[in-house]
């Protein structure tokens, strides 16, 4: 409805933590292997793929409600230390003074 045609060549996805769209490059993805979320930053891992921002308060989000099992069609709980970590590196290199 608002006028910019050109954001429709930019794929949406939902944050698997907050819920809003946002655009597919500006969202974490994440895949299940073995029990463990792992971040696939150039989201060329195969299998079912969730997104969240690469916020903590998301990744929060995302855990409080366990939705990263039920996104990634994952039975049990499902480690997020690694996605963690690296939300933790993506934010301390993007907080610049
Ligand atoms: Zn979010």
Redesign the pocket.
């Known amino acids: 409805m608002s006028g910019r045609t050109h954001a429709r060549a930019c794929p949406e996805r939902t ?6 769209r ?1 655009a597919k490059r500006d ?1 974490l993805r994440i895949v299940a292997v073995e029990g463990v979320c792992v971040p696939d930053h150039r989201g060329t891992l195969p299998g079912r793929g969730a997104y ?2 690469p ?1 903590s ?2 990744l929060d ?1 995302a855990v409080r409600r366990r939705a990263f099992p039920r996104a990634l069609r994952v039975q049990g709980p499902l480690d997020t230390a690694d996605v963690r970590r690296t939300i933790e590196a993506m934010a301390a290199s993007q907080a610049a003074p």
């Open positions: 944050c698997t933590g907050c819920r809003e946002a969202l969240v921002h916020a308060v998301c989000l």
